[in-house]
């Protein structure tokens, strides 16, 4: 079975600095892998994903992360905070045998000026 | 295009009740997928219909029930409502179908009394 977790429920960084969001996965094959975030009251918006191919994805708002099979793992990373980046953040992983994607706990991201 | 829709944003209903709630997905997408989100729970999968059909399911009680319309509406309708059932249910439309990318609704909330 494919399971996520997010080690850190809670992180707090100050504006400016750079952010690192830990997502660990169990999965036997390669996974499909996603982070989303979550402005209270809101749905889901898709940050990036990895599929295959450069380990390294880029996506919205100046988010990236690293796929590392050895470790399991797919960090969210940002090099300068912003205070409207204060969301949850979701790690997600999904396979085409159980065509679904199982979701993390979410990481609650706090911002000081 | 036009985001994924969801109606009504909220809900309260009474214990043994039951309840239908609707989603538009994106333009073209013929996948919808149904969560659940409760604070003690985290995202929960509840099920996916891709053309007209349930592909996957959830560990939930048949008490959540859901179908597609051939214009790749989706509903779902929970019967018999307990106070558990309260909870944000997000629906989230994907172009292939999970575990593909999903792009979220901004969600029902339900509240039961």
């Known amino acids: 079975a494919q399971s996520v977790t997010q080690p850190d429920i809670h992180i707090t960084v100050s504006e400016g600095a750079s952010l690192e969001l830990r997502c660990n996965y169990s999965?036997?094959?390669?996974?499909?892998l996603f982070w989303y975030v979550q402005s209270p009251g809101q749905g889901l918006q898709l940050l990036l994903k990895?599929?295959?191919?450069?380990?390294l994805v880029q996506g919205i708002k100046g988010f990236e992360a690293e796929f590392k099979r050895s470790q399991s793992s797919f960090n969210l990373r940002k090099p300068s905070v912003h205070w409207s980046d204060a969301a949850e953040y979701f790690c997600?992983?999904?396979?085409?045998?159980?065509?679904?994607?199982?979701f993390g706990d979410g990481t609650t991201l706090t911002v000081k000026p | 295009k036009a985001g994924v829709t969801q109606t009504p944003r909220y809900l309260i209903k009474t214990r043994g009740q039951q309840v239908t709630l609707s989603c538009s997905p994106i333009?073209?997408?013929?996948?919808v997928s149904w969560y659940q989100q409760t604070p003690g729970q985290g995202l929960q999968f509840l099920f996916e219909?891709?053309?007209?059909?349930?592909?996957n399911k959830g560990n939930f009680p048949g008490r959540f029930s859901g179908r597609q319309f051939s214009n790749s509406r989706s509903e779902m309708n929970v019967s018999t409502l307990e106070l558990g059932d309260s909870a944000l249910y997000l629906c989230?439309?994907?172009?292939?179908?999970?575990?593909?990318?999903?792009?979220f609704g901004p969600g029902t909330r339900l509240t039961v009394t």
């Open positions: 219909y891709f053309s007209e059909t349930q592909r």
């Open positions: 990895y599929f295959s191919g450069d380990t």
């Open positions: 999965y036997g094959a390669t996974p499909y």
């Open positions: 333009s073209g997408h013929r996948s």
């Open positions: 989230a439309s994907s172009l292939a179908g999970t575990p593909h990318e999903q792009y």
């Open positions: 997600a992983v999904g396979n085409t045998n159980a065509g679904k994607s199982t």
